[in-house]
Every structure is written in structure tokens, then in C-alpha cells.
């Protein structure tokens, strides 16, 4: 049975749905585009004058949405939809030009390479993107809207979650700049630490099978700079792509000369204040990296029990056939108790530390063991004596055996007991993870193969009781994927009490605000919560700390690695500094003096929370930072609120005694349509220009085989690759791409994204070129003046049609100014998509046909009216559209008639252009409502010449019934408008029911309002009978068959519930198909029989 007839039959009872689509198959809900990946569907009718022609497609006049044609067949083949070939582009406008649309006619269909080609290099030669401090500096807060980037990592290029950001962003400042705000948007890159140190070392063991201690500091440091050079100026073209509005001009990178300048006065304001210290302490340490990280460079991995794994510092397990390490187990063993038979058991899920164990722990309470209290065990493997202690803050009766091991310097917990109890921390590792001299005959070996070799001789020794899984979680380094160690070390750290608080007050008298509010309880909890930061990393990418240590010439016994000698580190803002300094510490003079700078550098966060004012040149009072500090806003993810927004509040608020910024906007984190987090690691990273111009199957595979990814995560890789792009990503361009991603912007959802849904809006796009285009054709002979809205509306001669669109279009305005005010860009976007598909291109653009096409003096002024209404709605539509959709708006724009001829106010650009605002005199509510009750009419009509299947060319004969009052004097105001997009001859509302024949088919609307349309001669009703009941009988074939199946002797007991269920919903669709054809049967020959008796 093909659609088309199932169609028919679905619509043909007399209850058929009155909001059913129109024919053709236009799409009339708001909250999604079309998802079809072709251009255009061909018509029913144009396939079959296709067909009649052998394929020879006639060249048609543009059309725009054509209500009232037969339904779609489906192509049965499952083919891709038809669309037009891509033509060749060669972009001929110079660099930094402005497009000459006079030498290039509008093209049929939209194709973003061509539209979106030269826009940029204008607009940025043009100098729209900068900002002049002069003016600004005069000008209110409220007048100003200034924003930084959040400088992505020079680590190589951005992802779908940077697109976001740049579309949430380039979005507040094009429409802050057409408010006529003074408007500054900063871009700059990060040099991202250990995320680049760690990239460029794996590069050069990939290339060159050489680590960064081969090459040397100042060798490794050079190629990190290539890096940057090569990568950096990808990512600046990743930002011009996707049309980030920003000031070039003032581009920064936090290791340039002036962010530099600002890392090393903060370090020394820091510590002239008091607050920053250099003390020996426990924290994450990366073995692999030789570094301590930071929190947010650890991801964590749940084990439910025992679980091997892979380490790649280690050269492989003795134990395990693949070489994998074990991990999720609890293993006990016995202490023996000095002087004494009797031991005491405990346990452990890292066996190795027992080597640097500093106590046992009990409980106070605990009646077992209160006879040790005081007492010793010894360590079997080096006869050291261990205090057993009592500690009720950390050992738990009930768990275990109720005695805890205390390794003071390699746990956490252990470490804050240590210090209650003063006990010895011993470190056991070296800063690469192997066993130190304090692990006796286990010195030399790697962590893990330690952990094997303790297990071993403590079963040698019979001190060995056993092991059981434990669930527990590792923590990994997210650049080398080592897993992390608690170790002690020597580390800068800056006391953040006094910081942390004024920004949780700015928070709570709301100096500050957080958008979404859910996010406050975050920042609270973090900065109430806050412990001093470690600053120092043990790089040699990044901020070199401004710190030397002091000696004298031929000084001996005074060692930068002793604590007691932490006095001699000098913190100086240069070497010069340094030594005069270094001259007062030590009473000599400089040729006395041995300086030598502290080789670790500075966490990029600290760089990074200076941004918002290292980037105006403080601490120097330039112009700059006297307009433009404090910023308007600060845009970012959710995911770094405490790690990056934080601490800029922190720093900003404590070294220039201002806010940053007074508003913090947090968009979701973007995630895969499965839920995943972007990562590199999964492979499942997209890089915009894939989405912006197109990307094959084979190039993304590539990618993944040309990257860091080991071999067994690039064939995972691969594998979802072909699985969500099996014929790679078609070209969207960056106007589909910001327009998609906004749409997925809800506040406080993560963004599961479906790329399909973003290529989805690729058509949106060429809906709104062949809209424009088609447009432009009714006001070809138009010619705006610089005030033609207020003449429309004071014009007295608009139709109730044109009243309508002026009052949606102010409503769309009303809309997307709240949305943008309160950033919910989604909504925005849906509002805009809203007014250009349902009020402009479904309802004014079909309205006005019939008027614009009658040229006779009679219809001059309607047609100046319809002309006037159309032109505002386009231009005006287009710049709600333009913070969202910069490049395709711009064209559009530009191409409009009378652009050139509206005085000296007119703006060169659309982005220079005022963003357009509601005027609540010309909303109009009533036409509105009119123009509702006109359309559920027209909807109903669509709805019966889509049910008898009526041909676009026959005008039908509509009657209308319908409650007295507004309705019907909506309905006969709008009669015209009735006829031209019901495609009617003749629209009777509320004729005397004996006038109306019975040959009719009926929707019923409401409870007030039914359209019939008189069908006499324009179905064969035994044909569609005919045709009817030989489909009936295909479908009672397979019916009956199934039902048979299905009572057999044997089907419940044999047959799974799977089948079953299948089974049932088949038959239920077989049966309700058979209903609806016999329904349908019936309702022909009662309308055969209702002609018969006409006759």
C-alpha cells in the first residue's frame, strides 16, 4: 500500500484533525528545522512532470511553500533526497574588501562557502571590532559591554565545546555593539602547562623517539614555541571562521611580554603581602609527568573490585600473562607487637606504602586493643619501631579489624593524623614513582612491582593474611593518564582565607552574579571551603617562578631541598632585583653572591586568573584598563567555575580591589549524543571546520591515526566514527553551526548533541535564502525610506494581514531582547526561527501573492502596503537574526533594495545596524487573534484537499461554519485571505445549512468553528473504492495469517517474549489498518450515495 493511499485513508474520517500540516508537506511546529539532508524534495507533481519528460526538468518560476498539493510519496529505494550540485566557488573579493553583490547574482539555493567567504576579512579590516578607550571611557557600565575570551589552550585546536562558547559569546556582543553599546570582546590563547608539555613530548618520542630531558630545557622550550606558532594561528583561524566578532588588535597569549609582566608582579605582590609561602606538603603527583598537578587535572576511575590494569611508566607485571597491574583489592597483613607473640592485622589497597608507615591507629574506645595503647609494633622489613596510636577522628571500630596503618606521606588522611600525632613522614618514592632508600631491599623497584615483591616476602616472613576485592577509585592524571601519587614535596603556595571570603561576599550581597543561581551552592561550597593553593609546577613549559635561591661563594651545607634554608629564597620581580634583594638577606655584596632561579614554573591557572586585566596592560595604568576594567561579563563552562572563575575574582578582587566582572554566565558542557564528555581519549572530539565545511569518512579516520591516541583507542575510535558519520559530516557552515549549538542552550543541562540536529539547521539556512530571494521579487520595484515603518503604521491602509506581521515582528523583538537580557539563547533562537518560518515564509509571504502581483493603479496602495510590511519584516528579521547568524544575514542584507540610498545615518554593515526593539504601539493583539481563527480555517482546508488528494490547480468551494462575533467577522475580514491559502474559488462562512450540498467533506475545528468543502466531481468514488478494497484485502491476507500463528497450540510456551510482543503490535496495526480502510469504504459510499440523491 503506497503513503499517498494510506494517507488518504488515515484523513478521510469525518473528525480528521483541524492543525494537520499542509500538503506539501511544510513543516508548521516550531521546535525543530527539517532534518532532511538534500536542498529540495521535489513535489508529488514535479515528479510526475519528471517522469512525463523523461527526467527533463523545466525550469519553474520560484515558488515558496505551496499548500494544498497531494502528500510526498516516499521514495520506496530509500534514495537521499534530490538536491542541487554544489557549484565550484572562487572567492575574487580582495582581502579585506567588501563583497560586490552587484557583480554576483543571488545563486538558487544557499551554499555557505560562497556566502560566508570575504564577510570576515571586511569586517575586520573595517576596524568594526575594535573599540576606541577614549570614548568608552566616558560612558556609563550600562553603556559598555566588555568580555574576555576564555583563551583556549595553544594545545592544538578547538572543539564543538569552544564553538559553543564562541556562538554564547560573538551572540552578546553583536547585539550589545547594535544596541550601540561600546562594545569589546578580547581574544588571546593559553599556554596551557602541562596540557602542551605533555602534547609536544608525546610528539617528539612519536617523531623522533626523544624525551624532552634529551633535548634539553632550552631546546624543548623552542619546539613548545613552535608548537604555538603552528597551532595558535589555527585556532585564531578557527575563531574567524565561526565569526567571533573580536578585536585582533588586542590579542594576547598569557606567556606574551605583557601577561607576562602581570604573572610576575602578582607573584610579588603575593608575597609582599604575606600570602605566598613555600612550604613542604602532601598533594597529587604525577610520576609520569614528574610534577605536581591540580585538582582539575585529575580524572577519576571507579573499580568495583578487583581490576588489572596497564601502567605505562612500568615495564609490566610479573603476575598477569598481558603484564597488567592489579588494583581494587584489599590486602591485610600482620605487624608483630614489640616484645610480644601477638600481632596486629591491617589493610590495605596500597600495599608498597607500608614500607613509609609511621603508626598504627585505634580506636580510644576500642576494648580490643586498649591494652597496646602506648605500645610499639616493628616493621617487619627493617626493624623500625611504630607507635600504636589512638585516634577516634579517623579509624572507624566497626570496619576491618578496627586498626589502621598510618603512612603520614603518601595518604591524605594519613597525612592530617601525622600532624595531630607529630609523627614521622617518611617518603618511600622517588619523583618518578621507584622505591627510595627508606624501602630497604625493595630500593629500585618501580611502585607497582614493589607492591607484587611486598606481598611476597611478607608471606615468606608469615605475616601475610590475605586479599579481597575493594572497591575504590584511582585518580589519574588527565594529560599523561598516570595514575596519581600523594607525595610530599617542596611547592610555592599562596594563602587564599582572606580572598576566598570577599568573594563569597560578592556573591551574597549580589555584587556578583551567577548565572544560573543553582551554581552559588558550588562557589560556596568550594570557597568556603578553600584550602591554600599550590602554585608551582614541576614544568619547564610555562611562567619560570621569580624566586632564586641565595648563597655565598663557596658556601657549603645550605641546600635549596633543605626546608631549613627555606629563608634563602629570594622573590624579586628580575634577576637585578634579585641580587640587591640577595645583598640585604646576606649582608655581602653582589660578587659574593650565588643566585640560582627556581627551575619549576607556575600553574597555569595563575596566569590565567589574571586575564581580565593582564590583558589591559596592568599593572600599568594604560587607557585600557582605565575604560575597560572592570569587564561587563564573564562567559565560560560550568565545569571550571571554582578552578579559573574563582580565582580571577580572588586575584582581581585582591590586587586591583575591583570585581572582574560583575555577572558570571555558565553554559553547559557539551557532551556526545551518548552523554560522553568531548575528549580527545575517546576520540570523539569534532573540530568546527569539520561541521563548518564539510569533512569525509576517510579525513576524520585519518585524523584519528595522524593523532596522540594509542593504537587501541584509535580503533575504538574509529568504530564510533563510521557509527555516527557513515558518510561523514556534510557542510553546514558557521551560520548553521552557532544557530544549532545555540539552540541547545538550557541552563543547567548538559548538551547531549546530536549532530544530525545541528545539520538539521543547514537547512534552516536555505530556507531563509530561498525565502529572501523569493521575497526580493515582490519588492523589486520597492524603495524604502529611512522611516517607511512609521509611515506604514501612520499610513491608515494596512490590511489586517499586514497589521499581523508588524505586531508578530515587534513581539520577536520583545522576545529575543529578554532572552538576550537574561541569556537564554535557546529561547531566543527558537523565537527568531519562529517569526522567519511560521509568520514570514507559512503565512505574509503566501497572503500577499495576489496583492503584490495585481499591478493595477485600483491596487496601488494595498501593494505599497504589502511591499512596505514585507520589506520590514525581512530587514528587520534579519538583524534579530544576525548576533546568531552573522555571515548569511549580512548578504541577505546587503542584497535588500535601496540599500545605499537611506541617508547619512545608514549603517555599512548590518552588525553597525540597530538591533531592532518593540514598539508596543504597533503590536496588535486583535489582528493577531484574527489572524489565528484565519488559520485554523486555512489548516482545515489543507486538511480535506490533502484528504481527496486535490490538485493545486482546482480552486474548491469552502463552507464555513462558525460562531457569531469575533470569529466570524475575523473569518468574512479575512475571506481573501481564506481563498489564497485554501486555494478556494468560493469561501461561504455561516450560509443557511439548506444551501449547503451533502456532497462535502467535513473538519471539524473547535467547538465552535467547522469548514466543509463540496467535493462533487472532483473524486471518483468507485475507483477509490475500488482501489480501497483491494488494499483491504492485502491486508486481511497477512492478518488472518498472524492471528492463526498466534493461536496455535505451542505459541505461549515456545515462543519468546520478544516475538511476542512484536507479534501483538503488529497485529494491532494490522487490524487498525483494516478499521480505518473499511471506515474508509464506508465514508465513499455514503458520500456515492449523498451525490446519488443530489441527482
Known amino acids: 500500500m503506497s503513503e499517498v493511499d494510506e494517507t488518504k485513508l488515515a484523513a478521510m474520517s469525518l473528525e480528521a484533525k483541524a492543525a494537520a500540516a499542509p500538503a506539501d508537506g511544510t513543516a508548521t511546529t516550531t521546535d525543530a528545522p527539517p532534518a532532511a539532508e538534500g536542498e529540495q524534495k521535489l513535489s508529488k507533481n514535479q515528479l510526475k512532470k519528471l517522469a512525463k519528460n523523461k527526467g527533463k526538468k523545466k525550469k519553474e518560476k520560484p515558488t515558496w511553500n505551496q499548500p494544498g498539493e ?497 629563608d634563602r629564597w629570594v622573590v624579586a620581580r628580575s634577576e637585578e632585583d634579585a641580587y640587591a634583594k640577595a645583598e640585604k638577606l646576606l649582608g655581602c655584596s653582589r660578587d659574593e653572591i650565588v643566585l640560582e632561579r627556581d627551575e619549576d614554573v607556575l600553574d597555569t591557572w595563575f596566569s590565567s586568573g589574571l586575564f581580565p586585566f593582564s590583558v589591559m596592560g596592568w599593572p600599568e595604568k594604560t587607557g585600557d584598563l582605565e575604560a575597560f576594567y572592570p569587564t561587563s561579563l564573564l562567559e565560560t563552562g560550568c565545569d571550571i567555575l571554582f578552578f579559573w572563575v574563582a580565582r580571577m575574582v580572588m586575584m582581581g578582587l585582591h590586587l586591583t580591589d575591583k570585581l572582574p566582572f560583575h555577572t558570571v554566565y555558565l553554559h553547559a558542557m557539551v557532551r556526545d549524543k551518548e552523554g560522553r564528555k568531548m575528549s580527545k581519549s575517546l576520540g570523539n572530539v569534532i573540530d568546527p571546520l569539520e561541521v563548518i565545511s564539510g569533512c569525509t569518512l576517510d579525513t576524520l579516520l585519518s585524523k584519528l591515526e595522524g593523532g596522540n591516541l594509542p593504537p587501541k583507542e584509535v580503533v575504538r575510535a574509529k568504530k564510533d566514527q563510521q557509527a555516527d558519520f557513515p558518510d561523514g559530516i556534510p557542510e553546514c557552515g558557521s551560520d548553521a553551526l552557532r544557530f544549532g549549538l545555540l539552540a541547545y542552550t538550557v541552563q543547567g543541562k548538559d548538551v547531549n548533541l546530536d549532530m544530525k540536529r545541528v545539520v538539521g539547521y543547514r537547512m534552516f539556512c536555505n530556507k531563509l535564502w530561498n525565502a529572501t530571494k523569493f521575497a526580493l521579487q515582490f519588492v523589486s520595484d520597492f524603495q524604502p525610506t529611512p522611516n517607511i515603518l512609521e509611515e506604514l503604521m501612520g499610513s491608515g491602509k494596512m490590511a489586517v494581514r499586514d497589521k499581523f506581521i508588524i505586531s508578530r515582528l515587534m513581539a520577536c523583538c520583545e522576545t529575543v531582547n529578554d532572552c538576550f537580557t537574561n541569556y537564554k539563547f535557546g529561547d531566543a533562537q527558537q523565537a527568531a526561527y519562529s517569526f522567519w518560518m511560521n509568520d514570514v515564509c507559512d503565512v505574509y509571504l503566501e497572503l500577499i501573492k495576489p496583492v503584490v502581483y495585481d499591478t493595477s493603479d485600483e491596487n496601488k496602495d494595498n501593494r505599497w502596503v504589502a511591499q512596505a510590511a514585507l520589506w520590514i519584516a525581512i530587514e528587520a528579521g534579519l538583524r534579530i537574526l544576525h548576533p546568531m547568524m552573522p555571515f548569511v544575514t549580512e548578504e541577505l542584507w546587503q542584497r535588500l533594495p535601496g540599500r545605499g540610498t537611506l541617508g547619512d545615518s545608514e549603517p555599512e554593515s548590518i552588525m553597525l545596524a540597530k538591533f531592532p526593539e518593540c514598539n508596543e504601539a504597533y503590536k496588535n493583539l486583535e489582528c493577531e487573534e484574527s489572524m489565528e481563527t484565519t488559520m485554523n480555517i486555512v489548516r482545515a482546508c489543507r486538511s480535506l484537499r490533502q484528504q481527496y488528494n486535490i490538485p493545486n490547480k482546482v480552486l474548491t468551494h469552502y463552507f464555513v461554519k462558525m460562531a457569531s462575533g469575533q470569529p466570524e467577522e475575523a473569518a468574512k475580514s479575512q475571506t481573501d485571505d481564506i481563498k489564497t491559502l485554501g486555494k478556494a474559488a468560493t469561501v461561504d462562512i455561516n450560509l443557511v445549512e439548506e444551501a449547503i450540498p451533502k456532497s462535502v467533506g467535513i473538519v471539524v475545528v473547535d467547538e465552535s468553528t467547522t469548514v466543509l468543502m463540496d467535493i462533487k466531481g472532483l473524486v471518483d468514488y468507485a475507483a477509490e473504492i475500488k482501489k480501497l478494497e483491494k488494499q483491504l484485502s492485502k491486508t486481511t491476507g497477512p492478518m488472518e495469517q498472524l492471528e492463526t500463528k498466534m493461536t496455535a497450540p505451542g505459541y505461549d510456551e515456545n515462543v519468546s517474549d520478544e516475538v511476542k510482543a512484536t507479534n501483538s503490535e503488529r497485529i494491532d496495526g494490522l487490524k487498525k489498518k483494516a478499521a480505518d480502510i473499511e471506515k474508509a469504504i464506508l465514508n465513499f459510499k455514503n458520500l456515492d450515495e449523498n451525490v446519488s440523491d443530489e441527482v
Open 70 to 566: 497531494g502528500k510526498k510519496k516516499k521514495d520506496d529505494s530509500k534514495k537521499k533526497p534530490t538536491s542541487l550540485p554544489k557549484p565550484e566557488f572562487v572567492n575574487t573579493t580582495p582581502k579585506g574588501e567588501k563583497k560586490d553583490l552587484s557583480q554576483t547574482p543571488m545563486a538558487d539555493a544557499y551554499h555557505p562557502e560562497a556566502v560566508e567567504a570575504a564577510w570576515q576579512d571586511w569586517w575586520e579590516a573595517s576596524g568594526f571590532y575594535s573599540c576606541d578607550p577614549a570614548e568608552a571611557a566616558g560612558k556609563s557600565d550600562d553603556e559598555k559591554f566588555v568580555m574576555v575570551i576564555p583563551p583556549p589552550n595553544v594545545t592544538g585546536s578547538l572543539h564543538l565545546g569552544h564553538a559553543l562558547t564562541a556562538a554564547v559569546e560573538d551572540t552578546l556582543t553583536r547585539w550589545h555593539r547594535m544596541l550601540g553599546h561600546s562594545t569589546l570582546y578580547i581574544p588571546g590563547t593559553d599556554h596551557a602547562g602541562i596540557a602542551t608539555q605533555s602534547i609536544v613530548e608525546k610528539m617528539i618520542m612519536k617523531q623522533s623517539n626523544l624525551t624532552r630531558h634529551d633535548l634539553g630545557r632550552e631546546e624543548f622550550v623552542k619546539k613548545v614555541w613552535e608548537w604555538k606558532a603552528e597551532y595558535g594561528n589555527r585556532i585564531t583561524t578557527q575563531l574567524r571562521r565561526l565569526g567571533s566578532s573580536v578585536d585582533w588588535s588586542r590579542e594576547r597569549f598569557t606567556m606574551d611580554d605583557m601577561c607576562s609582566k602581570a604573572v610576575v608582579e602578582a607573584f610579588n605582590r603575593f608575597h609582599e603581602d604575606g600570602l605566598l609561602y613555600r612550604a613542604q606538603r602532601l598533594g597529587n603527583w604525577s610520576c609520569a609527568l614528574k610534577s605536581a598537578i591540580s585538582e582539575i587535572e585529575v580524572d577519576y576511575k571507579e573499580l568495583e573490585g578487583r581490576t588489572f590494569l596497564e601502567v605505562k611508566t612500568h615495564k609490566g607485571s610479573s603476575i598477569d600473562p598481558k603484564g597488567r597491574y592489579e588494583f581494587g583489592v584489599l590486602t591485610s597483613f600482620a605487624y608483630p607487637i614489640e616484645d610480644s607473640d601477638e600481632k596486629l592485622v591491617v589493610a590495605t589497597t596500597r600495599l608498597e606504602t607500608m614500607l613509609g608507615d609511621g603508626a598504627v591507629a585505634v580506636h580510644p574506645e576500642d576494648a580490643r586493643y586498649k591494652h597496646l595503647h602506648g605500645k610499639f609494633v616493628v616493621h617487619p622489613f627493617n626493624g623500625r619501631r611504630i607507635p600504636i596510636i589512638c585516634d577516634a577522628q579517623l579509624v572507624d571500630m566497626a570496619f576491618g579489624t578496627g586498626a589502621v596503618k598510618i603512612t603520614p606521606a603518601h595518604d591524605p588522611n594519613d597525612y592530617e593524623c601525622g600532624k595531630r600525632h607529630n609523627l614521622e613522614f617518611i617518603t618511600v618514592l622517588t619523583l618518578d614513582g621507584a622505591i627510595n632508600h627508606n624501602g630497604s631491599q625493595f630500593e629500585g623497584m618501580m611502585r607497582y612491582d614493589a607492591r607484587i615483591a611486598v606481598e611476597e616476602a611478607l608471606k615468606e616472613k608469615g605475616l601475610y593474611i590475605g586479599k579481597e576485592p575493594n572497591k575504590m577509585r584511582l585518580g589519574l592524571c588527565s594529560r599523561s593518564g598516570d595514575i596519581l601519587e600523594p607525595m610530599i614535596t617542596p611547592q610555592w603556595y599562596v594563602n587564599c582565607n582572606g580572598m576566598a571570603k570577599r568573594a563569597t561576599d560578592v556573591v551574597r550581597n549580589g555584587e556578583l552574579k551567577i548565572v544560573p543561581a543553582d551554581h552559588e551552592k558550588t562557589w560556596f561550597h568550594w570557597l568556603d571551603n578553600i584550602r591554600d593553593w599550590c602554585v608551582s609546577r614541576q614544568l619547564w613549559w610555562g611562567h619560570q617562578i621569580p624566586a632564586w635561591f641565595a648563597t655565598k661563594k663557596g658556601e657549603t651545607g645550605v641546600l635549596k631541598t633543605d626546608m631549613k634554608s627555606n
